[in-house]
């Protein structure tokens, strides 16, 4: 039977994602493994069509939301380690999503990612491309689909 040791849980913050950390703990605490915790922001884009915004304001964008991220997750750690005795980190990184996902993945060695199936952007998402979808398809381990 497989038993993961450690398990890569990506998140924006939804209810879906929570749904998958909740599973992903679930999974840890039967198999004693570790949990890393990782959100990545999107990297914004300066310009669009015929407007830009001025690079201060967009690297303080960046930097509030990078910043807000660790806050949250060091939110979602404490929930975890307070209802569980699991071993969890977390990471928060800028890019594209599911590039970043799989470089983590590789970087911490997991043995199993649990990603939800839809993020904070619904079906407008699916329709354009999921984040899940390209984890699923280009992984180097097993990945758990949480609906």
Request: aromatic share 4%.
């Amino acid at each position: 039977m497989f038993a993961p040791k450690a398990i890569l849980v990506p998140t924006d913050f939804s209810e879906y994602s929570d749904r998958a950390v909740k599973e992903a703990v679930d999974i840890a605490a039967q198999n004693n493994a570790k949990i890393y915790l990782l959100h990545v922001v999107d990297k914004l884009q300066q310009c669009a069509i015929d407007y830009c915004i001025p690079l201060e304001t967009m690297m303080k964008v960046q930097s509030d939301s990078e910043k807000e991220a660790t806050k949250k997750m060091q939110e979602e750690a404490n929930k975890i380690l307070q209802s569980r005795k699991i071993e969890v980190t977390f990471d928060v990184k800028s890019g594209t999503p599911f590039e970043e996902i799989l470089k983590e993945q590789q970087e911490r060695k997991a043995d199993l990612i649990v990603i939800a199936s839809h993020g904070r952007t619904g079906l407008l998402k699916s329709v354009i491309g999921s984040v899940a979808e390209r984890v699923m398809r280009e992984a180097k381990c097993p990945v758990l689909l949480v609906r």
